[in-house]
């Protein structure tokens, strides 16, 4: 990891991410995003479902999920998911630029109702809907952070 792209990105109540570089003999395959949760010993099966369904996934209006797997740290086991990185979230946008066109509006309406519509074609249900689960990459805005989707009943 050698430029700012890498680096601490942001955190949230179970983890953290952080950007990344993918390289091979000095050459950049790729620059994704890496996920590191830690949680109680006891909550590490239901963070991996949602892992586990997120590398299943594959939509334009979902962040693709690359890998997922464990280490150990110290007493404690952190999971990760590699997965496709944004260039930023819908509540980034939102702080940088409180008022919305109705053409952005109506992009990301219609993005993230993309997403959850694939989501619920595999019976999944996301459970964390919030503008820092909703990423932008390219013009396309994706729903991110499925760790606590559920399957549904």
């Given at each position: 990891?050698?430029?700012?792209?890498?680096?601490?990105?942001?955190?949230?109540?179970?983890?953290?991410?952080?950007?990344?570089?993918?390289?091979?003999?000095?050459?950049?395959?790729?620059?994704?995003?890496?996920?590191?949760?830690?949680?109680?010993?006891?909550?590490?099966?239901?963070?991996?479902?949602?892992?586990?369904?997120?590398?299943?996934?594959?939509?334009?209006?979902?962040?693709?999920?690359?890998?997922?797997?464990?280490?150990?740290?110290?007493?404690?086991?952190?999971?990760?998911?590699?997965?496709?990185?944004?260039?930023?979230?819908?509540?980034?946008?939102?702080?940088?630029?409180?008022?919305?066109?109705?053409?952005?509006?109506?992009?990301?309406?219609?993005?993230?109702?993309?997403?959850?519509?694939h989501l619920h074609g595999k019976a999944l249900v996301h459970r964390d809907i919030?503008?820092?689960?909703?990423?932008?990459?390219?013009?396309?805005?994706?729903?991110?952070?499925?760790?606590?989707?559920?399957?549904?009943?």
């Amino acid at each position: 990891m050698r430029n700012s792209d890498c680096g601490f990105a942001g955190a949230g109540g179970f983890g953290a991410v952080f950007g990344a570089e993918e390289r091979i003999l000095d050459r950049l395959l790729a620059r994704p995003a890496v996920k590191l949760i830690l949680a109680e010993e006891e909550e590490l099966p239901r963070f991996l479902d949602g892992l586990q369904q997120l590398r299943g996934l594959s939509h334009p209006n979902v962040v693709a999920g690359l890998a997922v797997g464990q280490q150990p740290f110290n007493d404690r086991t952190l999971l990760y998911a590699v997965m496709e990185r944004a260039d930023e979230s819908l509540q980034a946008r939102l702080d940088r630029a409180p008022r919305m066109s109705p053409e952005e509006i109506r992009k990301v309406l219609h993005d993230v109702a993309s997403g959850l519509v694939h989501l619920h074609g595999k019976a999944l249900v996301h459970r964390d809907i919030k503008p820092g689960n909703i990423l932008k990459s390219g013009d396309t805005w994706k729903l991110a952070d499925l760790a606590a989707a559920k399957a549904r009943r």
